[in-house]
């Protein structure tokens, strides 16, 4: 969790949009504006954050300078820090320190906090490179604040200790990063100093500043000599001390391209096995430096794919250790001479995406198992001289994925602190992308855009979004089509008043999204969450793209745009000034307008004011006593009572009878204030009043009710019926059994209109005061501001709303998530698209979630999860959080199977039990405990068919032979 406070304990009472955002807040004397004067107090100072010297003694005494610990006892010499960062260490688990003697290693490794503290100090030597120390500006020359070799020799033994535990595998990324930050072999970091000194001085001389991109995006040794020549050429231009840093990069980039030492390598083979010594001597004597790039990098990466693949069987930690740095050391050339490696053939193309994917596997981008789903895909081009269109699109659509996989692999490890970080310290940002930069993800991202290039070339399928470089990583989720102003969102998206016109490019769809007009996204988070299926269904048009398609786009931030997403998935975004006639004849007022529906109210039976046990209702009371969430599973607890809990529902007719109840501070009911605002609302339409004129009176109007019906008194009647059913449902009394409040209206599950996660859900409410306020919480939710611009942009008669609540106890699941009975964006009719996390909750709210295609006999691995957080539902109520890792899948071929199976038996009993004519597919929530299904939700999956019948959207959507075959041997 994000680390301000204290650590987080239990909550009584979470929604589903908070789920997985922990969102801390600092306290009044620790502001972020606070720690950033701070910081600029400590870069000004001379000893930084340094207190003073002082010796520490083995037997645990303190010295001052020239006190030296006696020759028997021993010690270490460094500084010690001031009092506010102690504070901040100790009140907020912020971490400046960079002297790694101070600490115990078990402190440091931080497991109970998902390593915070080792992360942290990784983001802080960052910060050092990149700003001049940061706040060791000047405490960088503070004469004796820390020994190199005690820090050397602290490293060493952190790291024997580290990987001398039994649970580790799980975090092989984060350790082998972390070792080109913290001082253990006498090894630096070169690749990120050149990166940090190259961008310092493009800082400081701007015409600079192309070649530092060129370092930054596309490095190669040639870059040395334009360096050089730069410096010749300017000279005159240039201060003495610009000159020194000049010379200073140089010699950097110079020990970054020097020659791989295979004597310093073969140096650290004596902490293994005899023949795992015998196995990487053999794969390192095919590497010389006669050797082509394609060559070189093939060696290297057989020789770390060796280290990767057999790094548990490596029985003592040195020899863990050993494999570890020479995997770091191998990074380097083979960066370099992928770089250098120019495929001349589509064959040759083919081979190098395949090659650097394994180097993803081995440097722990990709954990193993993802990369033995997707290898045999890539590797079709081994056994053949032609492929398809359809061939090779798997191909890209495979290695896109190992690019994006590992972007959000470095994001999982770090984006929490790292978006702590940024609330005081903006170049935080940076971190991220230079770690994702310096990895083989940065030249496979660019093989898989050429490849991408090609098959769009050949099939005809293009992406056309504005200027934009490397467009074949674009890639459309949701068919629809939109025009307003674009705004591209870099960093935290928590701040966002988002706007129904406007069109979002950003990282990360939140899960508490309102009404927009497009989105585009960096980490799409997965196909079946709440916002996805919400934009899917009112043909939103949503697109994925890369973090570099991103920051192309910010040129245009602020602009009217049109936006288009074909059914087949090509981009279009372009400038108005570029639109058709046709484009702009697509949100004319008739167009736009015809998109809304009404919701039909006049079966509503509001004269219901008792609560109903779930085993008298069915799937026909949807829309009638209660919402269709209750509705259907009551259905299904009748059809798979071993699959589904017992519960109850208050329906909706009780929500209506408290409406009837004098309002508190206003001369009416609630019902009255209610119906009086949307009166007021008609007589301001006649009045001309402008639309957001009316908007304001509603919401502000909205607002009061919503409040009033938090804070309103519940009826005595229904409180004793309330605990009359927690003893008949759960056979405990109110209070001992934690509880989920389901919100389910009139207005969600409609055939042309989802509401998917627009009202409140409450998580585990234990307590009877808790579950009270709760049920008042989740009456109010439908006035919340998101949940009414949602309705009132797609529905009619959006005022007609009434919440039932299903009241069922939660299933501490082990991992749960959401089954789509058809195949989205991939797949066919009959698959299954599945999404699953670890934890309750599972998939719903945006996470991103291991997500299938699953076929009767097949199972495609569409994305794995990256989701480093999960809660659980303790018995006490409330939820916990814990973090997890990734080096095992989430779902079991047997629980694919279980799926498969209950799917089956969905498609056949539904219809018929319920006498219903719906034959689609279905949006199902489960979860498993124990590897037995439990059932939690089924609706009808909806999906805009406005948007994928559009004349203009299948348009723009070229006819392609899929089956058409390309000789391999093709030139590029």
């Known amino acids: 969790m994000l680390l301000l406070l204290p650590k987080l304990k239990n909550l009584a009472i979470l929604t589903f949009s908070i789920f997985f955002c922990f969102q801390l807040s600092f306290s009044q004397n620790h502001s972020p504006e606070k720690i950033k004067k701070q910081i600029e107090g400590f870069k000004k100072d001379s000893r930084g954050p340094y207190y003073r010297i002082q010796w520490f003694c083995n037997d645990g005494s303190i010295r001052a300078p020239k006190d030296y610990c006696p020759d028997d006892v021993g010690g270490i010499q460094h500084a010690t820090y001031k009092q506010e960062i102690k504070e901040l260490e100790d009140n907020h688990e912020l971490y400046f320190g960079n002297i790694l003697a101070y600490n115990e290693h078990e402190t440091f490794w931080d497991s109970n906090h998902n390593h915070s503290r080792i992360k942290q100090y990784q983001i802080v030597k960052y910060l050092q490179s990149v700003d001049d120390g940061w706040i060791y500006r000047r405490g960088q020359y503070y004469r004796g604040a820390m020994q190199s070799e005690d820090e050397q020799e602290w490293g060493i033994n952190f790291y024997q200790w580290v990987l001398d535990q039994n649970n580790i595998s799980g975090n092989f990324f984060l350790i082998k990063q972390s070792l080109k930050d913290i001082p253990h072999s006498g090894d630096s970091n070169l690749a990120q100093k050149m990166r940090s000194e190259s961008k310092v001085l493009a800082e400081e001389v701007a015409s600079f500043m192309k070649i530092r991109i060129k370092i930054h995006g596309n490095p190669e040794i040639k870059d040395i000599q334009t360096v050089k020549d730069f410096v010749a050429a300017n000279s005159s231009k240039l201060s003495t001390s610009q000159k020194q840093d000049f010379e200073t990069l140089i010699s950097t980039m110079t020990d970054y391209y020097k ?18 010594q015998s196995a990487i001597s053999k794969l390192l004597s095919k590497y010389n430096n006669g050797l082509s790039p394609k060559e070189k990098v093939q060696v290297l990466a057989a020789v770390m794919f060796y280290l990767r693949s057999n790094f548990d069987a490596f029985n003592s930690a040195k020899a863990k250790l050993s494999a570890l740095d020479i995997s770091n050391k191998l990074e380097n050339p083979v960066f370099q001479n992928a770089q250098e490696w120019v495929p001349t053939s589509l064959k040759e193309l083919l081979e190098k995406i395949d090659t650097l994917a394994n180097i993803a596997a081995s440097t722990g981008l990709i954990e193993l198992w993802e990369y033995e789903r997707i290898a045999p895909a890539l590797r079709q081009y081994q056994k053949a001289n032609q492929l398809t269109i359809a061939n090779l699109n798997e191909v890209l659509t495979n290695s896109r994925g190992v690019v994006e996989w590992s972007s959000l692999m470095v994001k999982a490890n770090y984006s929490e602190i790292v978006e702590t970080y940024m609330t005081f310290e903006p170049l935080a940002y940076g971190f991220i992308d230079d770690r994702i930069r310096s990895s083989i993800a940065l030249d496979l991202g660019n093989s898989v855009s050429l490849l991408g290039n090609f098959i769009s070339k050949k099939s005809a399928i293009n992406n056309d979004v504005a200027d934009v470089k490397k467009q074949a990583t674009i890639r459309g989720l949701n068919p629809g089509y939109a025009y307003g102003e674009l705004l591209v969102v870099q960093g935290s998206i928590d701040n966002i008043d988002f706007k129904k016109d406007n069109i979002y490019v950003f990282d990360r769809p939140p899960s508490g999204l309102k009404p927009v007009a497009g989105i585009m996204t960096v980490s799409e988070g997965n196909l079946v969450s709440h916002v996805q ?11 994925a793209l890369s973090q570099d398609n991103l920051d192309d786009l910010v040129k245009y931030n602020g602009k009217n745009m049109f936006y288009a997403v074909s059914p087949k998935g090509n981009v279009i975004l372009k400038t108005e000034d570029k639109m058709t006639s046709e484009e702009k004849k697509l949100f004319s007022k008739v167009e736009r307008s015809s ?6 109210v006049d079966r509503i039976q509001l004269d219901q004011t008792d609560i109903l046990n779930m085993q008298d209702v069915g799937a026909s009371d949807s829309g009638k006593l209660c919402g269709p969430k209750a509705a259907n599973l009551a259905q299904l607890k009748s059809i798979f009572p071993e699959h589904v809990v017992n519960g109850f529902i208050i329906p909706f007719g009780i929500f209506r009878k408290h409406l009837d109840n004098p309002m508190k501070g206003e001369n009416s009911s609630y019902w009255e204030f209610l119906t009086n605002t949307y009166k007021q609302c008609e007589v301001m339409k006649k009045e001309n009043k402008s639309a957001s004129e009316i908007d304001q009176y509603q919401f502000s109007r909205l607002s009061k009710l919503r409040k009033a019906i938090e804070a309103m008194e519940l009826n005595a009647d229904f409180i004793t019926q309330l605990r009359s059913h927690f003893q008949k449902a759960f056979n405990t ?31 585990n409410v234990k307590t009877e005061d808790h579950i009270i306020n709760g049920i008042k919480e989740v009456w109010a939710s439908p006035y919340t501001e998101r949940s009414l611009k949602w309705r009132q942009k797609y529905l009619l008669n959006p005022e007609y709303v009434f919440p039932s609540i299903l009241v069922i106890p939660g299933v501490n699941v082990d991992y749960s998530g959401v089954v789509v009975t058809t195949g989205i964006n991939a797949g066919k009719k009959d698959d299954l698209t599945i999404a699953f996390s670890k ?6 709210d945006g996470q991103i979630a291991e997500t299938r295609n699953v076929t009767k006999s097949n199972d495609q691995l569409l994305s ?10 303790p018995q006490s109520g409330g939820v916990e959080k814990k973090h997890t890792t990734f080096e095992k899948p989430i779902l079991s071929s047997k629980n694919i199977q279980t799926i498969r199976d209950m799917v089956k038996q969905v498609r056949k009993k539904m219809p018929e039990q319920t006498g219903s004519d719906y034959r689609g597919p279905y949006d199902m929530e489960m979860g498993f405990k124990d590897n037995k299904l439990w059932l939690f939700q089924i609706r009808p999956f909806v999906e805009n068919k406005k948007a994928k019948s559009s004349e203009y959207l299948n348009a723009i959507t070229p006819k392609t032979n899929t089956n058409q075959k390309i000789n391999l041997n093709l030139k590029l």
Not at 533 to 543: D, T
């Open 864 to 873: 794995p999860s990256r989701e480093p957080s999960y809660v659980t539902l």
């Open 733 to 763: 009394p109110i209070g001992d059994t934690p509880v989920f409040l389901r919100s389910d209206t009139n207005m969600e599950d409609l055939k042309e209109f989802t509401g998917a996660g627009l009202n409140l859900t409450l998580f």
């Open 839 to 844: 934890g309750a909750g599972g998939a719903v």
């Open 259 to 276: 020659p791989i030492d295979l004597l310093t390598i073969q140096n650290k083979l004596n902490n293994f096995s005899s023949d795992q």
């Open 533 to 543: 299926l919400l934009a899917r269904n009112l043909g939103v048009p949503n697109a």
């Open 595 to 600: 998109n809304k529906i009404t919701v039909p």
